[in-house]
């Protein structure tokens, strides 16, 4: 399946901005973190489709994941 | 902090007082909001001889506590009709508490047709003319208050909008690199021109430490306080490293960026105009990623941001000006956005109701969508200069709106309603209905466990756990900006539990108190109930605690969400 990946602020660095991969299914957000070499606790937010989900939601054909460190503002 | 100073504008005179015994455990927001309550009639006209202005350190301001220097401005609002109060950074805080000077409080307002500055020292305050500052906006003001006195000076001024009482006119502060920070929403700045006030000027020659009952124990909290700060990622990292802008490409993800005035959740360009961006933009120029409002900030959440050739176009360059500008107003060049934030800051009017106001006049066909060179020439020459065109847009989005019969006005008890969309993101809809202050994120920033889940996590998209969210958040709000400290210390006070027990902690040893936190959100929920008082007996009522009607009609795209709590649901917001 193909799921677009969109990485932000630090996530970044030596990795990429955003990217198409083919991946297997039943993979999940967890799945995905340990493939980017991302430890769980520096995720800060993980959406699917401009939804927050958790690291053991399974990805689907097409979906757009966005993930972010923790950061904030106001 | 001993000393009341007043000073009344109708017959020239200055009073300095003693601290009552009832404003003594009080600061900040607390002792505005209940100075203006005591003072003030509510129904009094918000320009008239019966309005009062108030500034007052924090109760931790002047200490050597991190991120304790932040000053609040109090009155009644000419934008909303309701209390105000609105806090800043810059150095006029840390001074006037050093002084002793535990508030400020201007009344009355001259017969004559003359202008006039305070100057505040450790004698007490002179009244002195100056009708020869009159039409110089905020820079040239700082500019020659630096060369009348030194570089030391603290100021506090207001620039043309301000002199012609436009609502959204806020007071400019100056920062400890002689540029500005401001006291912006709610159009304080015209109550300061009313009085026929430029600019207040502060000498703290003679100023000694603040009092510090047991300096031990502060020491000790102060060090858990400032750990916690910089252990935490968002004050610790994310702040530092991207500014508030950070927050476009995460609000544009979860779909509750408001775009082009509110009609979409996402905006194509948001690439264009977010904190990644503007970071590497930053460094690529060598302007300064990290700066602070005040010297003790440790977060530093503000910027420098230069122009190709390294010269200064803005600082404190915020995500709400940003979005306001960029996604809700359209415009994709981010030097654009700043020379615009630099002109707000020179004109003295507020960059939230300002990048709302000029969004809305797009709406109307007064500016072409996205034109941010024609944006910087209204601001500058329009609402700068006070031609027609310029008051009519200087008094904010909702005269905006009347003036050219709009609907889409996105505004709660006339303010400006900032950079979260409320239909989907639920909880901070609940803060713009229902804040004393009119449409106002910071009184009880939801986005927190809505978006970022800081302090757990509540859907944004659904209703359940909204008010109660917002209620806690506006209660702790109202304390913490009693404090002096920025409201960035929340985020590490929602996550780590000593944090925030040692932000008690300081208070107890300044003061000599035993204060639980039981007794610190009494203080939150007492000044809550004392301002929306003051608002009900100025004829507020529940129906005003609502969000404009097209969020209720208007689905906004990804989700399709609508603004859908019912009246009921929304005022069980006061039940406490
Ligand atoms: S974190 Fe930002 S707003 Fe807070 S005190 Fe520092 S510079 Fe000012």
Not at chain 1, 19 to 37: I, S
Not at chain 2, 145 to 157: A, E, Q, R, W
Not at chain 2, 309 to 321: K, N, Q, R
Not at chain 2, 397 to 404: D, I, L
Request: proline letters at 6%; glycine letters at 12%.
């Amino acid at each position: 399946m193909k799921v677009t990946i969109k990485l932000f602020a630090g996530f970044r660095e030596n990795r990429f901005r955003v990217e198409e991969r083919d991946l297997p299914p039943g993979f999940t957000v967890a799945d995905l973190l340990r493939e980017l070499g991302i430890n769980e606790p520096e995720l800060g937010v993980a959406l699917i489709n401009a939804r927050h989900v958790l690291p053991g939601q399974e990805l689907h054909d097409g979906e757009v994941i966005s993930l972010f460190p923790k950061v904030g503002g106001g | 902090m001993n000393k009341i100073l007043r000073v009344n504008m109708s017959n020239l005179t200055v009073k300095l007082e003693t601290v009552p015994a009832q404003w003594s455990g009080l600061g900040g927001r607390g002792l505005t909001s209940t100075i203006v309550a005591a003072e003030v009639p509510p129904r009094c006209h918000p320009l008239g001889p019966n309005n009062k202005l108030v500034f007052a350190p924090g109760l931790l301001t002047g200490t050597p506590a991190a991120q304790s220097g932040r000053l609040s401005a109090g009155a009644k609002s000419p934008l909303t009709g309701t209390i105000k109060e609105s806090n800043a950074g810059g150095t006029a805080a840390q001074q006037l508490a050093r002084m002793g000077i535990k508030a400020l409080i201007i009344e009355g307002m001259p017969a004559e047709d003359k202008w006039h500055r305070l100057h505040v020292t450790m004698d007490g305050v002179s009244i002195e003319p100056a009708d020869d500052l009159v039409g110089m906006q905020n820079f040239a003001v700082i500019d020659r208050m630096n060369k009348t006195f030194s570089p030391k000076i603290g100021v506090l001024t207001i620039g043309v909008p301000g002199e012609l009482r436009m609502c959204a006119a806020n007071i400019s502060v100056k920062d400890p690199d002689q540029k500005i920070r401001s006291h912006g929403r709610g159009g304080l700045g015209a109550v300061m021109g009313s009085k026929k006030i430029k600019c207040i000027t502060i000498d703290d020659t003679g100023a000694g430490k603040v009092p510090i009952a047991d300096p031990d124990k502060f020491r000790t909290a102060a060090k858990i306080f400032a750990k916690s700060l910089l252990d935490h990622p968002v004050s610790g990292e994310g702040l530092p490293t991207y500014g508030t802008n950070i927050l476009i490409n995460i609000l544009n993800e979860a779909g509750g960026l408001p775009t082009k005035n509110f009609r979409y959740g996402q905006c194509a360009h948001h690439d264009k105009i977010s904190g990644e961006t503007m970071h590497d933009t930053i460094v690529a120029r060598g302007g300064k990623t990290k700066h602070g409002c005040h010297a003790g900030c440790i977060i530093q959440c503000s910027q420098v941001y230069t122009d190709n050739a390294g010269v200064y176009i803005t600082s404190g360059f915020e995500y709400e000006t940003i979005w306001g500008l960029g996604a809700n107003a359209m415009i994709e060049d981010l030097d654009d956005i700043a020379k615009c934030d630099g002109l707000m800051d020179d004109i003295g009017i507020d960059s939230i109701e300002g990048a709302v106001l000029l969004a809305t006049a797009m709406e109307a066909g007064v500016i072409p969508w996205g034109d941010g060179k024609e944006c910087q020439r209204v601001l500058r020459d329009e609402i700068g200069k006070g031609t027609p065109l310029g008051r009519i847009l200087g008094n904010g989005t909702s005269f905006v709106g009347r003036a050219y019969g709009l609907v889409r006005v996105p505004v709660v008890k006339d303010q400006g309603i900032p950079a979260y969309d409320p239909r989907s993101v639920k909880g901070i809809g609940i803060t713009y209905a229902t804040s004393t202050m009119g449409a106002d994120h910071t009184a009880g920033y939801t986005i927190a466990t809505n978006i970022l889940k800081v302090g757990g996590f509540i859907d944004p998209l659904k209703k359940e756990g909204q008010v109660e969210l917002s209620r806690n958040l506006q209660i702790a709000t109202a304390a913490i900006d009693s404090t002096g400290m920025c409201v960035f210390i929340a985020f590490p006070a929602l996550d780590i539990p000593e944090s925030f027990t040692s932000l008690i902690d300081l208070i107890n040893a300044t003061y000599g108190l035993n204060l639980t936190a039981d007794d610190v959100t009494a203080l939150g929920m007492k000044i809550l109930k004392l301002e929306h008082e003051f608002n009900n007996s100025a004829g507020f009522s529940p129906a005003d605690d609502r969000l404009p009607e097209f969020f209720s009609y208007e689905p906004v795209p990804p989700h399709n969400a609508v603004w859908d709590f019912t009246d009921e649901e929304i005022d069980e917001f006061w039940n406490f």
